[in-house]
């Protein structure tokens, strides 16, 4: 279904909430054969996630090591949730800021920490969209938005395919790295990538390519 | 005709999905060149690396702070160390001409009590602080360094109807009398004052405090694309949006930022209410690394960290708005 642009709070429920797109439609399809090792979220639920955990409950220092394993997948997440790169970004922060001022109340239930931030996340966004309804109200009183916080097993695998592959984009050489976040990121012509890197717009684009081949493979391969 | 290059064809799909405001491009024909598509649609969504690394450092600082409040706490006291005694995190720094006069129209109206003032040799003053409710401004006559910058003040008094008529009373003009149909909820007035500050009186109903409770004096900036002054203070002095309120194109209507003890609020200009590019005077914990912090994410320096003769660690830049930050560590006697 095509969004429309110039959507209202009426439509939207809320303006930060969006619908369930066709990103995540196509994300879950394709991943719909696979399992997912080498998915880092899946093999931090072990004993080794609840040490770090408690080590950062003990100094709030060891709070790095959490972010490092999970902004990723938070991040994707509330991409997947929001509207725009700003509010991903301010949820995103506001997310890792609340894990951290209450670290002391998650407690080890089995529960895995991911689960636990990104239901902070998930708050979040609820709470934005329900401060939005309050104030700014719909002439015919929209209902409570509905977002939904229970990830079921595909969406939470397409969420890791997307964590992944931003890590994997991180261990691409320089250049095409550079031509990623470039295009991608910071939506830059081809153009205006070929002048920066001094190259010809040839070259980039191949660089382009090469770059997105790769990552493609690489998440063919963590897929088994 | 001859075959394109799969890699000329590849960015025809990257460039539409760029400029499209649709959710994906058309299906591409070529199995290769779809299966590539997926992945570039995924990376539309890929988080900037300068975000990952000023959240990062922002976590950490926040982490090393609260295990000194925590420390604090267990002393059974909440006393920060690294702000002046009778400083908040931010403070407005208005300088305006005569700042003696100015002075003058705070104890009138709004009850200010003059804390401390230091004459520059021309008899203008150089510096002074003065106490309103649990907040402070500090007021300036400035010099050819530091021009005259009037700003906007929200205040949070207990009769703002009595507060209102003692600024007309004090030659303030009246933008609107106080009235309970403002959208915060609360009661708020707002005046303009004869040098050109704007004070938006209020008493507070509906206003969540933040952790340290309500603070009477809060700047009050208006910006032209105000949003994106939200993500610059988070990665500049590690601020935290407390409740941000947009329109359906985003536009801030109202947004309250915390910074260490103190909240500053930011709204789009309109109408009356345009940009005032003014002085801020910001506490915090390490004057250096906020600076650095602060350059990296987008700021211009006005002064590298000093030792200041006043005995602060200070520090000066200037946002993409035009707004100074004087950044501040109290060192101690």
């Known amino acids: ?224 | 005709m001859a075959k394109r290059s799969l890699a000329m064809q590849f960015d025809e799909v990257v460039q539409a999905m760029l400029v499209s405001l649709r959710p994906r491009p058309e299906e591409a024909p070529d199995p290769e060149l779809a299966s590539l598509t997926r992945v570039a649609q995924i990376l539309r969504e890929l988080p900037r690396e300068e975000f990952r690394a000023a959240l990062k450092s922002d976590l950490q600082r926040r982490a090393s702070m609260s295990e000194r409040t925590a420390a604090a706490q267990t002393r059974g006291t909440k006393e920060v160390h690294y702000m002046r005694p009778g400083l908040t995190s931010i403070i407005p720094y208005v300088i305006v001409r005569p700042a003696a006069q100015f002075i003058e129209f705070l104890r009138s109206s709004f009850e200010g009590v003059e804390r401390m003032r230091m004459p520059a040799p021309d008899g203008s003053i150089m510096h002074a602080e003065v106490a309103i409710g649990n907040g402070a401004i500090e007021v300036s006559d400035g010099n050819a360094e530091y021009s005259t910058a009037p700003q906007a003040i929200h205040l949070y008094v207990d009769d703002p109807d009595a507060t209102y008529a003692r600024t007309l009373q004090a030659g303030a003009t009246s933008f609107y009398a106080p009235t309970d149909d403002h959208p915060s909820g609360d009661r708020w007035g707002a005046v303009k004052d004869p040098f050109g500050n704007h004070w938006y009186i209020a008493k507070p109903r509906g206003w969540t405090p933040g952790p340290e409770g309500l603070r009477s004096v809060q700047p009050y900036l208006h910006l032209r694309e105000a949003h994106k002054m939200i993500p610059f203070l988070e990665a500049a002095f590690g601020a935290e949006e407390m409740g941000a309120h947009k329109s359906p194109e985003g536009a801030v209507l109202h947004a309250t930022i915390r910074i260490g003890n103190a909240t500053l609020e930011i709204d789009e200009a309109h109408g009356e209410f345009q940009p005032m590019p003014c002085h801020l005077h910001l506490y915090v914990p390490d004057t250096d690394a906020v600076y650095a912090q602060a350059l990296q994410a987008g700021a211009t320096s006005i002064d590298p960290p000093r030792d200041a003769p006043y005995g602060d660690r200070a520090a000066g830049v200037k946002d993409a708005w035009g707004n100074s930050w004087f950044i501040a560590t109290y060192l101690g006697k």
Request: charged share 30%; glycine share 6%; proline share 5%.
């Open chain 1, 1 to 224: 279904m095509r969004r429309n642009t110039g959507v209202t709070f009426l439509a939207a429920g809320s303006y930060i909430v969006r619908p369930m797109k066709a990103t995540r439609r196509l994300a879950r399809k394709r991943l719909a054969k696979g399992p997912h090792e080498g998915v880092p979220g899946q093999e931090a639920r072990g004993p080794d996630e609840r040490a770090l955990v408690e080590a950062a409950q003990r100094d709030p220092a060891a709070f790095e090591v959490l972010y490092e394993l999970h902004f990723e997948r938070v991040y994707a997440f509330v991409a997947s949730r929001v509207r725009d790169r700003t509010t991903a970004e301010d949820v995103t922060s506001e997310a890792f800021h609340k894990a951290l001022a209450n670290l002391q109340s998650y407690e080890w239930r089995g529960v895995p920490f991911a689960a636990w931030l990104l239901r902070i996340a998930a708050n979040i966004i609820i709470d934005c969209a329900k401060r939005a309804a309050r104030e700014f109200p719909a002439p015919d009183d929209p209902p409570e938005p509905a977002a939904r916080l229970d990830l079921q097993d595909t969406e939470m695998r397409a969420m890791e395919h997307r964590a992944q592959l931003f890590r994997l984009v991180g261990q691409l050489p320089e250049v095409q790295k550079q031509v990623i976040y470039d295009r991608f990121v910071e939506q830059r012509s081809i153009k205006e990538i070929a002048q920066r890197l001094g190259r010809t717009e040839g070259a980039v684009k191949q660089l382009q390519l090469r770059a997105v081949q790769k990552l493609r493979a690489q998440m063919e391969g963590s897929h088994g």
